[in-house]
């Protein structure tokens, strides 16, 4: 089986068009997707404490980590789609559903769908 899974995290979000086979080595250029700002910073914040408490339930330690980071960044304006992608990698197991989280560019529908899966995803232990 030739698929891979890959998730890079970095400065921008990218989309890549095409993958060229048949060199010695994998190159492409991604196309940067535009980021958009939640549009209510509040509910965005709501769905994130959602996300954080769900992801509690399932990964303690991991979740510790990263609630104590994110919480560190609660005065300035937090990086709500680096969140949704490392508990998206890190928690849901549909690949449809990751797939939707990667290809929404619309910064507080991340949230929200992330949120829903968690909602299933996470049972309590």
């Known amino acids: 089986d030739d698929d891979a899974l890959l998730l890079l995290q970095g400065l921008y979000r990218a989309h890549f068009d095409e993958i060229p086979i048949g060199l010695p080595y994998h190159a492409a250029a991604p196309r940067l997707l535009r980021q958009t700002k939640p549009a209510d910073r509040h509910f965005a914040r709501a769905l994130a404490d959602e996300i954080l ?6 990964l303690p330690r991991f979740c510790q980590y990263s609630l104590q980071d994110f919480s560190n960044t609660a005065d300035r ?41 968690l909602r299933t995803e996470c049972v309590p232990s």
């Open 77 to 117: 304006q937090p990086n709500y789609n680096n969140l949704v992608d490392i508990f998206a990698g890190h928690l849901i197991y549909s690949p449809s559903q990751q797939q939707q989280l990667l290809e929404c560019t619309d910064t507080q529908q991340r949230l929200a769908l992330l949120a829903k899966a």
């Open 53 to 58: 408490q769900l992801a509690n339930r399932s």
